[in-house]
């Protein structure tokens, strides 16, 4: 059986050369006794695109695309072979809304870092996020990503959206489904070795430095 009460929601956008970015949270429900059903994965998947497409698309270029949202089951790793898990997707479409610096092109690949941040004292429970890359090397500064600028603006936008699905006090994400959801970072290792393997996260935070992201052309392997 997959892991109980956790799904795995996947934002797949595409760069104007083909490029895939995939940012990838987790989300839990510890008062479920069982994995989520397609109903729930699906609820999942609309109500997190109601509310995560117009913060998310501010962080894409213009030429970028936000192509869908998905969200699946979590496989439990002592299971072999590998099981079959549920997923359900909510397709998005049309482009970002961030204007890039006319003469200013940077590589595709920069791009800052957010930081989920949970009560668990253990490296196995901090979890990260590259964002969308700048395409723009006008708020490169040295080492790290300057403040005032429409990149960072809209990082720090998609870290408050992201606040509002953690804390101690709970999620407050809004949805039929979502809101009984929240923020969790999950350690494939701690389930293998049938310990806590899930935490929730308390807070969201923005890491400036200039980071390289991990991607590849559509079509290849």
Excluded at 24 to 52: W, Y
Excluded at 147 to 175: D, E, H, K, M, Q
Aim: aromatic fraction near 6%.
């Amino acid at each position: 059986m997959p892991i109980n009460g956790l799904a795995l929601i996947r934002i797949h956008s595409t760069l104007d050369n083909g490029q895939a970015v995939i940012n990838g949270l987790h989300v839990v429900n510890e008062s479920e006794g069982s994995p989520p059903d397609l109903g729930k994965l699906q609820g999942i998947a609309d109500d997190f695109a109601t509310l995560a497409v117009t913060p998310y698309k501010a962080m894409l270029v213009t030429s970028a695309t936000m192509d869908q949202i998905t969200v699946t089951q979590v496989p439990d790793p002592k299971v072999t072979p590998a099981e079959v898990v549920l997923g359900a997707s909510h397709p998005v479409g049309g482009g970002g809304t961030r204007t890039a610096g006319i003469g200013t092109p940077g590589p595709r690949e920069a791009c800052a870092l957010i930081s989920l941040k949970t009560a668990a004292a253990s490296r196995r429970f901090r979890g990260h996020n590259f964002v969308p890359p700048a395409q723009d090397s006008a708020p490169m500064f040295g080492e790290v990503w300057t403040g005032s600028v429409p990149y960072t603006t809209a990082i720090n936008g998609w870290v408050t959206f992201l606040r509002t699905g953690a804390g101690p006090a709970g999620p407050t994400w809004t949805g039929s489904t979502l809101s009984s959801y929240q923020l969790a970072c999950y350690s494939r290792i701690a389930e293998l070795q049938s310990v806590q393997s899930v935490a929730l996260v308390m807070t969201v935070t923005t890491d400036l430095r200039i980071r390289w992201l991990r991607s590849r052309m559509r079509g290849t392997s």
